[in-house]
């Protein structure tokens, strides 16, 4: 057993609100400790208060317990706040399939007023325009695609 061993078993955990999405590929899972037979497995939400934090925990464990791993430790750390950055190209590829544009690089931004128009993941048309920048989750914004006609929720870059 390994650490990409234990990455690869996890990415069975799929994100509640968005579930084409491993938590290894929104890069919730910050870090893998193995020592000896013992797992610890280091959780970072995409924001404090996630109402899913203990749903997800749980399934990491019990993910971990069909692999054999008899006690695994699951710890939350804000240690270093969780970004859009994590999230994989793999992650961002199911996003889009899943109607959901994934974020841009979350270094280009400051502010959310200066969120540039996002790429509609139906159309791919670039004539989109912010209409709020609270969407369902803390996490997304809604936009509005003046090709396809259709109203679309991207992942802010965080």
């Given at each position: 057993?390994n650490?990409?061993?234990?990455?690869k078993w996890?990415e069975?955990?799929?994100?509640?609100?968005?579930?084409?999405?491993?938590?290894?590929?929104?890069?919730?899972?910050t870090?893998?400790?193995?020592?000896?037979d013992?797992?610890?497995?280091?959780m970072?939400?995409t924001f404090?208060?996630c109402?899913a934090?203990?749903y997800?925990?749980?399934?990491v464990?019990?993910?971990?317990?069909t692999k054999?791993i008899?006690?695994?430790?699951?710890?939350?750390?804000?240690?270093k706040?969780w970004s859009?950055?994590?999230?994989?190209?793999?992650?961002?590829?199911?996003?889009k399939?899943?109607?959901?544009?994934?974020p841009t690089?979350?270094?280009?931004f400051?502010?959310?007023?200066?969120?540039e128009?996002?790429?509609?993941?139906r159309?791919?048309?670039?004539?989109?325009?912010?209409?709020n920048?609270?969407?369902?989750?803390?996490?997304?914004?809604?936009?509005?695609c003046?090709?396809?006609?259709?109203?679309?929720?991207?992942?802010?870059?965080?």
């Amino acid at each position: 057993m390994n650490r990409h061993e234990i990455l690869k078993w996890l990415e069975e955990v799929k994100d509640p609100e968005i579930p084409v999405l491993s938590l290894v590929d929104l890069g919730v899972i910050t870090d893998v400790v193995i020592k000896n037979d013992q797992v610890e497995i280091e959780m970072t939400p995409t924001f404090v208060g996630c109402p899913a934090l203990d749903y997800m925990k749980n399934e990491v464990e019990a993910v971990l317990r069909t692999k054999g791993i008899a006690q695994p430790v699951v710890r939350v750390s804000f240690k270093k706040p969780w970004s859009s950055d994590r999230i994989s190209e793999k992650g961002k590829a199911a996003l889009k399939k899943f109607g959901i544009a994934p974020p841009t690089a979350a270094h280009l931004f400051t502010d959310l007023e200066i969120l540039e128009p996002a790429a509609c993941p139906r159309c791919n048309g670039h004539h989109t325009e912010l209409r709020n920048p609270f969407g369902p989750a803390l996490c997304r914004a809604i936009y509005y695609c003046h090709d396809c006609r259709e109203a679309f929720q991207q992942f802010k870059p965080v």
